[in-house]
């Protein structure tokens, strides 16, 4: 079974660094791109940042770029998000997401989230 | 503002059928693939539709999906109570560089 747990968030002040991290296993992680998303306190759904496979490709949404680095251990089968100069906009769910080439890389599998909250 | 346009909100009666649209642009829907997701408030977004119409095994035919030009859409059949839930559109933005939602829509059965 797929199974993806998120972990590492927490209340931080602004200006400050967190880092999540998601666990992976049931599925051979080296193969797959990975994807962070987000959804703030009554709002939608937001993407944040994709990894591919092998780490070669790596995007950020125009919000994040600049404060965020996505990375990735294959060995350890996680997948990470350094979240540097927080910012009260930042507070949301982050779930970390398997994209798969079979689905046309839709995000087939979804961790259940975990809090980020900003403020002083 | 997101890039990807959704209604806010839709709504119908059990057994009914709704539509919910996407519009984007060439850059987006116009040369991407769409995908549609199923999120429950406090639960884990669920994949619908892959690939602008396909389903993933497991996802009832009741739910469809549809591209043409820089618009695409979801389609519900026989509505149940268990349906109401948001609904998100998303594909890759080539100008952008990144991975794009729709604002979402949230699904009302009345």
Known sequence: ?120 | QSVLTQPPSVSAAPGQKVTISCSGSSSNIGSKYVSWYQHFPGTTPKVLIYGNNKRPSGIPDRFSGSKSGTSATLGITGLQTGDEADYYCATWDSSLNGGVFGGGTKLTVL
Request: contains cysteine; proline residues 2%; aromatic residues 12%.
């Open chain 1, 1 to 120: 079974e797929v199974q993806l747990v998120e972990s590492g968030g927490g209340l931080v002040k602004p200006g400050g660094s967190l880092r999540l991290s998601c666990a992976a296993s049931g599925f051979t992680f080296s193969t797959y791109s990975m994807n962070w998303v987000r959804q703030a306190p009554g709002k939608g759904l937001e993407w944040v940042s994709f990894i591919s496979s092998s780490s070669s490709y790596i995007y950020y949404a125009d919000s994040v770029k600049g404060r965020f680095t996505i990375s990735r251990d294959n060995d350890k089968n996680s997948l990470y998000l350094q979240m540097n100069s927080l910012r009260a906009e930042d507070t949301a769910v982050y779930y970390c997401a398997r994209e798969t080439a079979a689905l046309n890389d839709a995000l087939d599998s979804w961790g259940q989230g975990t809090m980020v909250t900003v403020s002083s």
